[in-house]
């Protein structure tokens, strides 16, 4: 008993004391983004250790991210256009992950496998390099609007999110969706009411994956939305009045970080509440049937 | 006029280049109010049969008619059928409510009536103290029900059950079963239910309905096909413990038995000829441990099973069970004379192990 | 042979400029002036919609919104319509070239136009204004906006780097790089700070052209008629080796990963972690805020070694026009745009970008009130007038920036050899050999430089070969065990 | 029945649409371009040139260097963070802790914080002797400090961890959620015949994730090869090219160069490698089996 | 001298801030070589009993003795038992062969000697053609014999098996449990095994052990318990069908069932009072229908499964099973006369339900 009792607690004192560690790990450079928000001067660096508790907490940055107008272009506003965007994407994200999922596990296609691996390795192509041609390709079938943007990002997430999706399925008896289909729905009925709400864990997870992609997208988004200032999202907005658009320009770290940390507080949140699901999403990865 | 019709129905599953035949040519015709049991092991195609009633799977070959009307193309949505899938497939996201109503819900039908059918088949089920409860608060029987309440709420006239007990502990099975044939007979719809489970096939079915080898081996009363199978496999498979078919041959009026001889029965005279092999199917509540018997045999185990005993009584090469109440007791190693109840023996061919009496074409198994 | 980067070398500054007058009027601040300028005579019966890109920061935005909504009130005709945040380079503006995206008006740097321009990209001005128009702007200005004697942008400042000081630390500015060693050594052991602060591993060659030319070193040499790369000289090896000591030999100099005021060489020197550092006009702001009077700013010292100040790129940054062939722009569109560059180049608006952003004037009558501003003090705070005067002081001592094609392939090459050496893996005269070769190596694959015989590229070792196969095979000898 | 499968394929023709119009279109586009001569000087008007983009690259290009650089950012970054994620899911694992999910909601931070910042933030850490990486961190473990500017070494260290601060709540959250769908059942009976902590590890918990090691790697690894903004941001490649790859150079090739034929080439090849790479690893390990079967 | 013995062993799990009590006080006691079934209910603790024993669970009161030592401390991997767990927890990753030398890889056994002794279980269980096979690849009862073999391989004398068959067909299951009784007589080790059945509690058990409530209800010889069960729980309980416990009430030397009078069994003289309300247990095959029958009752419903009948009488507001030998056939509605085996009557207290014979501290289960 004692051994055994001496043994489990010097275990649970190391695992603690590496979370502890890892935790300090995972804060540390976030507390930083922190301070450097409540700072007034544009300081990326912490010069001193003492810099790493200032005594003075200022809003300077904050008023001026907030207060920033730009031909009717604002913080908010740009948080709110990228709020849309990624939620839209994620929807979208969803829908195309669990759809594609579904038909991978379900149902009987010809050269199922052959499509889906071909699928998967396409995206092997990086994004560097598609950036370019989806560009002069989406400027053509004039689309570059939130419509292109969404449609650009949706195959990251759901491609990766279909194959997840397409293993939950299977784990998911088949006679859901069949009731529900004979008690008068349609397959896509079933689907969409039944499928969906079973593999929520994967919904969760590509609903997450697809709205932080998208949120914190800034390459294509610039691309796409420049032109109009009362289009840009949170990323764009946040590099214009952090300065950091134009090279011959100080960067206002203090204003970046504290956009940093108002775009962060959703999404952070939004892990945070679905932790459980994150957790099981992947679980069928392991394949226990084998 | 049948109001569930199966013509020549032929399936086949696509595997990796590998055609599975599950069904090769499954004809079925029940009339309205009946209750038929489609028996059979696992594996052999029940759970299809029961898909391709309700649409959820198209035959390859064959077709399907349901009130008289062929239905081939029309989809499970609109077949009006209802179903108790084999694991009661309760939605773990909704309520015993909402379960329950959900195929009402998807009709669109007022929250009102809704709210009033489902109430009223729930009490008819006795669970109308559980609407507020998830399933994974209920035990195997009480989940059941609710899948019976929702398959019962659109008041769907064809019921389809895939072992719907089979999930059910051994004690809650046998109320679960006597329920489910009070509520037949109150209900009188149309019910076809599927089981590997023979006790629960005769206990329930009003017509039975084996399947084996992609086929109907047998369609009728239960108890003709009990105790006049169609084949020797029918007989083993349809009854527990199985039927003892052992091998014997015919002398004059008389079987021999391995070194024993038991009368020819009445019916099988004029059908088999002087010497002709055969296969002799005797149940084993048809062998009797007696003092006058005309089988002897050793004792070779005794299975006390509480209400009943089964003995395995070695005779010869074959080993058969008999089938006793408790209160005779054997010891093992003991040797016991059996007697026979002759008029229930039913003999087959021993190459085609068809029953004797049907292969030349009297009497096929309905009364 | 001649250096074309140094052939127009017309560094001096004069104080005042007087404008030539000729037939065509070139008040550029009157609309009926700028509308007979690209030849109209009144206004079209119809609008017209002219797209900008600004790659303004946000302050110099301030001066120009004022300024648009001024030019909007007297060309009611012309509407604007300014896409903000727009870097500058050439990149965006390809890729939205390519796209027929490609906005009627641009704002770049001279070298980004140049490069443009020689693609084809963008407006040749000279067809469309007299010559003439040059004299409205600093000649060192406009000249940057010249490629083989054509037009191609109109500039609106100009811009360069020079030597920043912290009062406190320094008593007086080094006027020699003598001095500079001397004034950093004594700052290191005094205040126990660095010296200098300097991102010479993060260089591309913008800021470290200065101390090569002051090696009396020259980016370019013409060879056969060709512009060829004249990196490989003793002049790169002795400017390296300058640097490499006093970071390494003096200790004065802390490398500093990033440059700028938001990098950690600004940082540090906001901190007052360091008393020198080089660096533009453009991050003033930020050193103005943390330092205030004890800020200066001097000339880049002479290099002892040679008597040769050392001389930064004066650079200028400027609007172009879109080729209509990129933009697909109407000639009555040019016209527009034609009217808008000038407009925005005008002394009112050059003005306001100096009052407002401090950015140096390029108009030459904007460039003449900042002198008298400051000549008077009127600038406030006080301390800023001498400070903004030694900024302007070396606009005297700079090289013009090269805006040939060419000259895109520079900073890679330098970047990359400039911080091996720097992180001490090669010697200078390796590096020195080895940007020249990267540069010739880049020309030549983009087609700027022919029958040019590279070595031959160095052969991959054995084991690099053995690493490559065993990676590319490592999934094979996996054990059996372990096969899903 | 071919009505069947013509309604099936609806479901997948989404993604084959988008994957096409995403993935293939750019895919092809960048085939043809990098046998073009497509650069700022060939603009509107380009040619066709054969294979000459990809002869330079062999001939004059850092190919070898590039693979290597390559293959030490993926490996290097992907083992660790792997190995890291691997075994907080273990500590995270143990039935009798307390405390998991606020540990969890802890150590999910980096993923679920907007990563161009964190890679700015650590950009600042790292500066030698500034940051407190060198100046807090290091200095407490008894590490020597790390300068990115002055060692190749260092430079891989600087960004190995920093990529390992962000993706490692990803695999930790795919290892722990995997482990969790072993069943317990394994490890009593494990128990009972006497097996060690080790030896459950290494006969129960490893074969029961190999599939899910399996998938991640190969996908990570990708992701990984072309993950470019971690070494855009801290070191741009240096110093000299030596963290430089595939990606970031066929970037630089493209944005400050503009020779798109040429930055295509490298691209193309990039992926090459890693298909060919992939190919092989899916071919051996069956590993999309159960995943696209 | 007692093999496996549990003494006062106490069991509660906490769930946020709810302790539910499992096991109240268990006591057992085991001796070698003896098959033991602990049968109960799903739920009621039978598989914490298990892992108490093997030490994968510490109880929280109480001892647990193995081989006559305490095992209180001792880590499972010393404790030398082997378990086949209830869903056989096969590594689905290794192969037959693998799973099975598992113990003895994980103790260092040598190469050649892990493969004798795999191969010789193998041979013992028929499963020596299945070693180069993964679980997945195998049946229910293929993996069952698996999960024998391993338990088997280290050569523990104590094997704990939790309702190993739980998971396969009922055709399989009644071959399955032959196959384990006969392993058992020729190994002769002691098993612990735990169902939810009784059929395969009665015909496996040496000892049967009855848990309900927490605690061991009923030990012994399962016969025994059968026919005198402890307590009505037990009586309903064991057996299916389950005993028929009516009302009725003592008189004189008779007992009185609604209107009905039957003779008070001989041994419950003198235990009951004249007058005395009692709760009276009768087994189904204790009835019998026969026209001398002093019991009179009408048939409510009749199952007819094959080798017997259940009939439902209702005598006034009981129910009762009848088990009858299928040739015994009645209608629905019929009036039928229904004599009892007296003397296999037993009596319960009906406030405590308890056997009124144990009661009063007479006879106790045990032979
Ligand atoms: N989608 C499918 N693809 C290939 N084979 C299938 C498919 N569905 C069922 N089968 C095979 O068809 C046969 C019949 O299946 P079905 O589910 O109808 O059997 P069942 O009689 O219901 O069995 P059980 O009693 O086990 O439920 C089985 O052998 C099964 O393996
Ligand atoms: N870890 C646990 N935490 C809380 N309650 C538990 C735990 N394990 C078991 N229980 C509860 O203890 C009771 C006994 O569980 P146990 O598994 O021993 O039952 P069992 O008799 O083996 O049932 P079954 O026949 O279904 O296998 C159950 O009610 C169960 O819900
Ligand atoms: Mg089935
Ligand atoms: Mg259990």
Redesign the pocket.
């Known amino acids: 008993m004692n051994k055994y009792t001496l043994f489990k607690i010097i275990r649970l004192l190391i695992s603690y004391f590496i979370l502890i560690i890892m935790a300090i790990f995972s804060i540390f450079p976030l507390y930083y983004v922190f301070m450097t928000s409540f700072s007034n001067a544009p300081n990326l660096i912490s010069l001193s250790i003492s810099d790493l508790f200032p005594k003075h907490l200022h809003l300077t940055a904050y008023k001026e991210l907030l207060s920033a107008n730009l031909y009717g272009g604002n913080f908010p506003l740009w948080v709110r256009n990228s709020l849309i965007l990624a939620s839209s994407t994620a929807i979208i994200s969803v829908f195309l992950a669990l759809i594609t999922g579904y038909a991978l596990s379900r149902l ?1 296609i010809p050269a199922k496998k052959i499509l889906a691996i071909f699928i998967y390795i396409v995206t092997f192509f990086p994004y560097t390099a598609t950036a370019v041609p989806l560009y002069l390709l989406f400027a053509k079938l004039h689309l570059l609007n939130y419509i292109g943007l969404i449609l650009a990002y949706t195959p990251g997430t759901s491609i990766f999110a279909a194959f997840i999706a397409k293993l939950s399925i299977d784990s998911i008896p088949s006679s859901y969706e069949e009731i529900a289909m004979i008690d008068g729905l349609s397959r896509f009925g079933a689907f969409l009411r039944i499928v969906m709400r079973l593999a929520l864990p994967v919904v969760v997870l590509t609903a997450i994956l697809g709205f932080s992609g998208a949120y914190l997208d800034f390459a294509l988004a610039y691309a796409f939305l420049l032109p109009n200032v009362k289009e840009w999202t949170a990323t764009i907005g946040l590099y214009y009045l952090a300065g950091l658009l134009n090279p011959a320009s100080a960067p206002a770290y203090n204003i970046f970080a504290a956009g940093a940390v108002l775009m962060g507080i959703p999404l952070t949140a939004l892990f945070i509440v679905s932790q459980k699901m994150m957790t099981r999403a992947y679980s069928n990865l392991a394949g226990v049937k084998q | 006029m049948s109001y569930v019709k199966l013509e020549d129905v032929w ?1 086949w ?3 990796k280049n590998k055609v ?1 035949e ?1 069904l090769k040519g499954v004809n079925l015709d029940i009339e309205k109010g009946e209750f038929v049991v489609i028996l ?12 391709i009633i309700s649409g959820l799977l198209k035959q390859d070959k064959g077709h399907v008619y349901l009130r008289g009307k062929i239905v081939d193309d029309v989809p499970p949505k609109d077949r009006n059928v209802a179903m108790v899938p ?1 694991n009661y497939a309760l939605y773990p996201f909704m309520s015993v409510f909402d379960n329950i109503a959900f195929p009402l819900k998807v009709s669109h039908t007022p929250k009102e009536e809704i709210k009033k059918r489902v109430v009223e088949v729930a009490k008819m089920l006795r669970i109308d103290d559980l609407l507020d409860r998830k399933p994974s608060q209920l035990s195997g029987g009480q989940m059941q029900r609710v899948a019976i309440a929702r398959a019962l709420v659109k008041g769907a006239d064809i019921i389809l059950m ?2 719907p007990l ?1 999930n059910l502990d051994a004690q809650v099975r046998v109320l679960a079963r006597e329920e489910l044939k009070q509520l037949q007979r109150e209900l009188k719809s149309t019910i076809i239910y ?3 489970d023979q006790v629960e096939a005769l206990s329930l079915a009003s017509k039975l309905a084996i ?1 084996h080898d992609g086929i109907i081996q047998a369609y009728g009363d239960p108890k003709e096909i009990y105790n006049n199978p169609n084949n020797a496999w029918v007989g083993k498979f349809l009854g527990n413990p199985p039927m003892n078919v052992i091998k014997g041959s015919v002398n004059g009026d008389s079987i021999i038995i391995y070194d024993y001889r038991i009368p020819l029965p009445e019916r099988f005279k004029g059908i088999v000829k002087d010497g002709q092999d055969v296969l002799i199917g005797i149940r084993p509540e048809d062998l009797f441990i007696s003092d006058k018997g005309v089988l002897e045999g050793e004792v070779a185990m005794v299975e006390d099973l509480g209400p009943y005993t089964i003995l395995h009584v070695k005779i010869g090469d074959e080993t058969v069970r008999v089938f006793e109440k408790s209160f005779i007791r054997k010891e093992r190693n003991e040797k016991v004379k059996l007697d026979v109840n002759v008029n229930k023996i039913v003999l087959f061919d021993p190459k085609s192990e068809r029953n004797l009496l049907l292969l030349t074409g009297i009497g096929n198994g309905k009364k | 042979t001649s250096h074309p980067s140094k052939t127009t070398v017309t560094t001096t500054v004069p104080s005042t400029i007087t404008t030539t007058t000729t037939s065509v009027p070139l008040n550029t601040s009157n609309p009926q002036d700028l509308m007979e300028l690209v030849g109209l005579t009144s206004p079209p019966s119809t609008p017209v919609t002219i797209t900008v890109w600004d790659s303004y920061s946000t302050s110099e935005n301030q001066a120009f919104n004022q300024t648009l909504a001024q030019f909007e009130k007297e060309f009611p005709w012309i509407h604007v319509e300014v896409t903000y945040g727009v870097g500058v380079g050439t990149s965006q503006f390809e890729t939205a070239a390519k796209a027929d995206q490609a906005p009627i008006v641009y704002r770049d740097t001279s070298d980004s136009g140049g490069a443009l321009f020689a693609s084809g990209l963008v407006l040749n001005l000279s067809q469309y204004l007299p010559p003439s128009i040059t004299s409205l702007y600093l000649p060192t200005a406009i000249h940057d906006w010249e490629l083989n004697g054509s037009l191609y942008g109109l500039p609106d400042d100009i811009n360069y780097i020079v030597m920043f000081y912290n009062k406190k630390f320094v008593p007086y500015p080094p006027n020699t790089t003598q001095q500079l060693i001397q004034i950093a050594e004594q700052v290191n052991s005094t205040y126990h700070i660095w010296g200098i602060a300097y991102g010479a591993s993060d260089e591309y060659g913008y800021r470290f052209a200065a101390w090569f030319a002051g090696y009396d070193g020259q980016i370019f040499t013409t060879m056969n008629g060709q512009v060829y790369p004249d990196l490989n000289t003793t002049a790169m090896v002795e400017a390296l080796q300058f640097w490499y000591n006093l970071t390494y030999v003096y200790k004065v100099n802390y490398l500093a990963p990033s440059t700028g005021a938001g990098g950690v060489e600004g940082q540090l020197f906001i901190a007052n972690k360091t008393a020198i550092i080089f660096d533009g006009p453009w991050d003033l702001d930020a050193y103005l805020q943390a330092l205030g009077p004890n800020l200066g700013a001097a000339p880049l010292p002479v290099v002892s070694q040679t008597g040769l100040r050392a001389e930064p790129f004066i650079g200028s940054t400027g609007w172009l026009i879109a080729s209509p062939q990129a933009s697909g722009a109407s000639p009555l569109q040019i016209k527009a745009a034609l009217i808008f560059i000038l407009y925005v180049t005008n002394y009112q608006s050059d003005l306001r970008l100096w009052n407002i952003a401090h950015d140096i004037p390029a108009n030459a009558q904007a460039y003449n009130t900042a002198i008298a501003e400051l000549n008077a003090g009127e600038l406030k705070p006080s301390y800023l007038n001498s400070i903004m005067k030694g900024i302007l002081e070396q606009a005297k001592y700079g090289q013009k920036f090269p805006n040939i094609p060419q000259m895109a392939y520079y900073w890679n090459s330098f970047h990359e050899y400039a911080s091996e050496f720097f992180a001490g893996k090669i010697s200078a005269q390796q590096a020195a050999q080895g940007m020249e070769q990267a540069f010739v190596q880049a020309l030549v694959q983009n087609g700027l430089l022919s029958s040019i015989n590279l070595p031959p590229p160095p052969l991959p070792t054995l084991s690099t070969y053995v690493l490559i196969l065993s990676a590319i095979l490592s999934p094979l000898v996996i054990d059996r065990r372990w096969k899903i | 029945m071919r009505k069947d499968k013509l309604f099936s394929f609806f479901y997948i023709l989404p993604i084959l649409v988008v994957t096409v119009i995403l993935f293939v279109f750019p895919l092809v586009y960048s085939v043809y371009i990098s046998f073009t001569n497509l650069s700022l000087f060939h603009f509107f008007k380009y040619s066709f040139i054969g294979i000459e983009n990809y002869i330079l690259i062999f001939k004059y290009g850092y190919f070898n260097t590039l693979l290597i650089n390559t293959l030490i950012w993926t490996l290097g970054s992907l083992i660790t963070m792997m190995a890291l994620g691997f075994f907080l899911a273990l500590i995270l694992n143990q039935r009798d802790l307390k405390g998991k999910s606020i540990f969890y909601a802890i150590l999910i931070l980096p993923w679920a914080f907007p990563g161009f910042i964190s890679l700015l933030i650590w950009q600042g850490l790292w500066v030698d002797p500034y940051g407190m990486m060198n100046r807090l961190i290091l200095p407490l473990l008894h590490l020597p400090p790390v300068n990115s500017l002055t060692s190749t070494k260092d430079a891989w260290i600087e960004l190995i961890v920093t990529n390992d601060w962000l993706s490692f709540p990803y695999f930790m959250t795919v290892f722990y959620s995997a482990l969790q769908s072993i069943p317990r059942e394994l490890y009593e009976i494990a128990e009972l015949d006497g097996a060690s902590t080790f030896q459950k590890f290494f006969r129960i918990t490893l074969p029961s994730l190999k599939r899910t090691i399996a998938f991640v790697f190969i996908t990570s690894f990708v992701f990984t090869w072309n993950n470019f903004y971690p070494i855009f941001v801290l070191t741009g490649g240096g110093p000299g090219i030596s963290t430089e790859t595939f990606i970031v150079y066929a970037y630089e090739e493209a944005f400050d160069y503009n020779n798109f034929a040429l930055a295509a080439a490298w691209s193309n090849i990039s992926t090459l490698i890693i298909i060919i790479l992939a190919i092989i690893v899916i071919k051996y390990t069956h590993i999309l089996d159960n995943i696209a079967g």
């Open positions: 009987d | 399936k599953y696509k595997n599975t599950v059979g092991p696992s594996g052999e195609g029940k759970t299809t049969i029961l898909k084999q895939d072992e089979s599927v089981t590997h399947l």
